[in-house]
Nanobody
Framework: QVQLAESGGGLVQPGGSLSLSCPAS????????MGWFRQAPGAGREFVAAIRWADNNKFYANSVRGRFIISRDNAKNTVNLQMNSLKPEDSAQYYC????????????????????WGQGTQVAVSA
């Protein structure tokens, strides 16, 4: 059974940076897609970024493109999210997700395409 566990959230001032990490423990496949989503209070789960393990293709929401960077560490089966130039509207609970499929670009944005989810980590951007 594969498990995901996010870490790295916290409180940061506008313009600051945070780095999130999500290791996948247990029996993992060599072919999968991992993504980051976020959910603010009263809102739906929003796509942030995804990475396809097979070819290292990366996908971003328009709202974070140029500020956030998704990356992988093959040796540690970990996906990371470097968040720069943070804004108050980036405040949310951030979730790591995974599926044992190579998703096409449009599918990476749909929470329904992912089979596994972490418990989430809180990110707060405030002065």
């Amino acid at each position: 059974q594969v498990q995901l566990a996010e870490s790295g959230g916290g409180l940061v001032q506008p313009g600051g940076s945070l780095s999130l990490s999500c290791p996948a423990s247990g029996r993992t496949s060599s072919t999968y897609t991992m993504g980051w989503f976020r959910q603010a209070p009263g809102a739906g789960r929003e796509f942030v970024a995804a990475i396809r393990w097979a070819d290292n293709n990366k996908f971003y929401a328009n709202s974070v493109r140029g500020r956030f960077i998704i990356s992988r560490d093959n040796a540690k089966n970990t996906v990371n999210l470097q968040m720069n130039s943070l804004k108050p509207e980036d405040s949310a609970q951030y979730y790591c997700a995974a599926t044992a499929r190579n998703l096409i670009a449009s599918s990476t944005r749909s929470p329904e395409q992912y089979d596994l989810w972490g418990q989430g980590t809180q990110v707060a951007v405030s002065a």
